[in-house]
């Protein structure tokens, strides 16, 4: 039995190997965390780019921006923690800060990049969680450099 070849897969296969390539050069130790949504519109891309870096180990949750996922359980993030936030929507670093600020901690980027094939779009950001510090009269909180 065959099967016509279907173009989008084919697209969507190649774009999560170029991410999963892109990601290795500020993940070589394989130690990065992935974290998005399940609700994404491109959510099994999501989870087969973050499955080349063994999706069990570094998968923080499919919950994004919750750091608790379906069940409950609540993932933690320290600070020195390299984090890959995967979207196909708007850029999820607000998102990312507003969740980790009850911990002080706040997500410095390090790289990004939006992938494109025919037929998908997506992004990722590799981004690190540093110390929050106050850095003004004002209370702002700011990464600490």
Known sequence: MSFPPDP?????RLAIFEASR???L???KATARFWYDLKDP????????????LYGYSLINENFPSLTDVNGNVSSIVSGDRV???TSGEDPLPAANRAV???HLVFREVASKQVRREGTTFAFIVADAVPMAYTDSRD???PVH
């Open 22 to 24: 892109e990601i290795s």
């Open 84 to 86: 890959i936030l995967l």
């Open 8 to 12: 989008f897969y084919k697209e969507a």
């Open 26 to 28: 500020y993940n070589p």
């Open 101 to 103: 600020a009850d911990r």
């Open 42 to 53: 491109l959510y099994p891309q999501l989870q087969a780019l973050a499955a080349t870096y």
């Open 140 to 142: 702002v909180l700011q």
